[in-house]
């Protein structure tokens, strides 16, 4: 697996990381057995970074890839993350954060995600998330680069909220965070206009999240498709937004037939690529749920690059479609 470095003082990591969301739960059943399979499937293909989070399934899937991890000689690097004290998700621009992101709440909070990670030295910690209501006096930050210099945290990061995703840059620009994670796929290309020319300026790591649009850009799911209440994404996808999607995903299969690569690349693979086009990337996280899933996003990273004649078309594809949470 091909390595890429995850910010200028960070590690080489692989270009394909672990995405691991489903693993913790909220997306229906998940069976710990296919979670640890995809895991171990995944490592031995070469991955070496794994991104968790509190909020994926409370520390489920923390705590999952510890066990797993506690079985591995290698080194493998693990991005988890820290969501803001109880208030509205995401942080609105009237929050505080002295009540989302005190100095003892992030404190007490990192010694659980060092708890179920089973290790003394987080090696990157993001806020799951944050509001440019904050970049002005960003003290939770700080208190991040005292617990790194207590030796808690090596890396720290932001995770972008998805509806101000450049609300980061100027975190970069002040030299506040090492890594930022960001929505990039070949309906979200906004990043390419500002903040990834940011990151390379800055070295900023970018790991990218949501590559595969939460599994349409695969170009498995019929227009009708129904999710099971258990999975967020029946109300991601709700009302006609599937249908809407596999319109557009149609449309990039078609692209795909017109440069005679349809045999050479699933969708899966193009958007994943896609993604690791951009020099700024330095991972892309894909979410695999079971062996299947990690076989073949592990796989991709041995494709050759798309042609550059086929990202410049595939440019068309941005869609400026907002934000989509619950309802329709
Ligand atoms: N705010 C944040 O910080 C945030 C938000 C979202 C995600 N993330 C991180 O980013 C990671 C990736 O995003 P994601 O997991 O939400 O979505 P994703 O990677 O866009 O999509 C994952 C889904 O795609 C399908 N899939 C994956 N590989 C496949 C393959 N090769 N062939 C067919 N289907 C495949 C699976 O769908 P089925 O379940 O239908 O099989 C899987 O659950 C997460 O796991 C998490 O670590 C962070």
Redesign the pocket.
């Known amino acids: 697996m091909e390595t890429r470095r995850l910010s200028v003082h960070g590690p080489l990591v692989s270009e394909i990381g672990?995405?691991?969301?489903?693993?913790g739960g909220g997306?229906?059943d998940q069976a710990d057995a296919d979670s640890t399979a995809a895991l171990h499937t995944a490592l031995d293909a070469g991955v070496n970074l794994i991104?968790?989070?509190q909020g994926?399934g409370d520390g489920r899937?923390e705590r999952l890839i510890a066990s797993v991890l506690k079985d591995r000689t290698e080194q493998v690097f693990v991005a988890t993350?820290t969501p803001p004290d109880v208030g509205p998700w995401p942080p609105s621009p009237y929050c505080r954060w002295q009540d989302r992101y005190s100095a003892a709440y992030l404190r007490e909070n990192v010694e659980q995600r060092l708890r179920n990670l089973n290790t003394d030295c987080i090696d990157l910690l993001?806020l799951?998330?944050w509001t440019r209501a904050w970049n002005d006096d960003p003290q939770p930050l700080l208190v991040l680069r005292q617990l790194r210099e207590e030796g808690k945290i090596n890396l720290i990061g932001v995770?972008?909220?998805?509806q101000d995703q450049s609300c980061v840059i100027q975190l970069m620009r002040d030299g506040l965070v090492d890594v930022v994670?960001i929505?990039f796929?070949l309906f979200h290309q906004e990043p390419v206009s500002q903040l990834l020319p940011v990151a390379a300026e800055t070295g900023t790591g970018v790991?990218v999240?949501?590559?595969?649009?939460?599994?349409?850009?695969?170009g498995?799911?019929s227009p009708d498709h129904c999710?099971p209440e258990t999975?967020f994404?029946s109300q991601y996808f709700a009302g006609d937004r599937m249908s809407r999607v596999a319109d557009r995903v149609e449309a990039i299969r078609s692209d795909l037939d017109d440069f005679g690569l349809a045999e050479q690349y699933?969708l899966?693979?193009v958007?994943l690529k896609f993604a690791l086009s951009r020099p700024e990337v330095s991972t892309v996280?894909?979410?695999?749920?079971?062996h299947?899933?990690a076989?073949?996003?592990t796989r991709?990273a041995q494709l050759r690059d798309l042609p550059d004649e086929l990202i410049d078309h595939l440019h068309r594809h941005n869609w400026l479609r907002g934000v989509w949470y619950g309802g329709k």
């Open positions: 672990f995405g691991g969301w489903a693993i997306w229906g991104d968790t989070a994926y899937s993350k993001q799951h998330t995770s972008t909220p998805e994670q929505i796929n790991i999240r949501v590559a595969l649009d939460e599994g349409a850009l695969t498995k799911y999710f999975d994404r699933s899966a693979d958007s996280i894909a979410g695999m749920r079971n299947d899933q076989k073949m996003n991709t």
